[in-house]
């Protein structure tokens, strides 16, 4: 690590892949599209979550609908 920012963006990276309540085949299969947007959804969904705006599973999959659809 570079510097304190460098391991707190490396330790979110790593929380997000392990923590999130959703991942990219939840959102190609419900809101049925593929690509880099993926990854835009799943900050978001991320951002929300770490905000205590979602709480669980079912909670990020309403918010997905509710946003995207």
Same mark, same amino acid.
């Given at each position: 690590m570079k510097d304190r920012n460098s391991a707190l963006n /490396? +330790?979110?990276r790593k929380m997000k892949s !392990? +923590?999130?309540f959703i $991942?990219?085949?939840d959102v190609k299969n419900l809101l049925k599209i593929n690509g880099?947007?993926?990854s835009n959804i799943l900050n978001n969904? /991320?951002?929300n979550q770490k905000?205590? !705006?979602i $709480? $669980?599973?079912e909670e990020a999959l309403k918010? +997905? +609908?509710e946003n995207y659809s």
């Open positions: /490396w +330790l979110d !392990k +923590l999130c $991942n990219g085949d880099p947007e993926i969904v /991320w951002v905000q205590s !705006k $709480n $669980n599973r918010w +997905l +609908l």
